[in-house]
């Protein structure tokens, strides 16, 4: 028969008191100041925490940032189309005053013709008779020169007692300050005989002596229009009678369009 053997020393307070095995699973903790153990689980959490708050501050810094770089950028877009209407109306501005200077610089040249014929009656010599006038075209501008006057120039055809009556009118009218003296020249001269003598028979002019045509000189005179300004000669438009012209150059005087 089987004999159950059974030792109940080991149940024993003593025997498990000093039992290795039961020794070798306790774990022993130390025992005093826990103070670093808890500094070093505070670092531990602290790190991560600020790490993910400064993480997270730096995504909102970001996307604010982002938003005004966006907006600024749309302010820029519309500064820079602000800018090219700008630039769009200097440019205009800048064309319409240069047509407009065009067009008061080519006023500013215009000759009444009302005061060019009183300045020819003032300075035509009684022996020399005026036949035709004509205005001619502007010559063409010659470069490094200053431009022709674009009121062009005239000729005079007529006739004159003697040569020296005509050379008489031509220096009167190189003086003339509608005229460009250099360019005031004679054109052609020439001498035409008188007619042959005439008799009347009828009765009241019976026994009156024949009348004989003199002899004249055919002449053409030619000049240009000066380049002084009409705002420079208000003077002698004013003596000349023109009105008009000397008004409309004052207003353009006093709006300053034109320099006194």
């Given at each position: 028969m089987y004999s159950l053997d059974i030792n109940?020393?080991?149940?024993?307070?003593?025997?498990?008191?000093?039992?290795?095995?039961?020794?070798?699973?306790?774990?022993s903790l130390?025992?005093?100041?826990?103070?670093?153990?808890?500094?070093g689980l505070a670092i531990g959490i602290c790190i991560p925490a600020l790490v993910g708050g400064g993480w997270w501050f730096?995504?909102?810094?970001?996307?604010?940032?982002?938003?005004?770089?966006?907006?600024l950028e749309q302010k820029n877009k519309k500064l820079d189309t602000e800018i090219g209407n700008i630039n769009k109306i200097k440019s205009q501005t800048k064309a319409i005053r240069a047509e407009g200077q065009a067009l008061v610089s080519v006023f500013d040249q215009i000759?009444?013709?009302?005061?060019?014929?009183?300045?020819?009656?003032?300075?035509?010599?009684?022996?020399?008779?005026i036949e035709n006038i004509t205005q001619?075209?502007?010559?063409?501008?010659?470069?490094?020169?200053?431009?022709?006057?674009?009121?062009?120039g005239?000729?005079?055809?007529?006739?004159?007692?003697?040569?020296?009556?005509?050379?008489?009118?031509?220096?009167?009218?190189?003086?003339?300050?509608?005229l460009k003296a250099e360019e005031t020249k004679i054109i052609r001269a020439s001498l035409v005989k008188g007619t042959a003598p005439r008799v009347f028979t009828g009765r009241r002019l019976s026994g009156a002596a024949p009348l004989t045509k003199p002899d004249l000189v055919q002449y053409t005179i030619r000049s240009t229009m000066s380049n002084i300004p009409a705002s420079e000669l208000i003077r002698e438009l004013e003596q000349k009678g023109t009105v008009g012209l000397v008004t409309r150059i004052r207003n353009l005087q006093q709006t300053g369009v034109l320099k006194k």
């Open positions: 109940f020393l080991q149940d024993r307070p003593e025997f498990q008191k000093n039992s290795p095995r039961q020794n070798a699973n306790k774990i130390p025992v005093g100041d826990l103070t670093l153990v808890y500094v730096l995504e909102a810094k970001n996307t604010e940032l982002e938003e005004e770089i966006a907006q000759r009444p013709w009302s005061a060019m014929l009183q300045d020819l009656r003032d300075r035509i010599p009684a022996t020399v008779q001619t075209p502007p010559k063409a501008a010659v470069k490094g020169e200053p431009p022709p006057n674009p009121a062009g005239i000729q005079i055809v007529g006739k004159a007692r003697s040569f020296n009556d005509v050379n008489d009118f031509l220096l009167t009218l190189q003086k003339s300050s509608f």
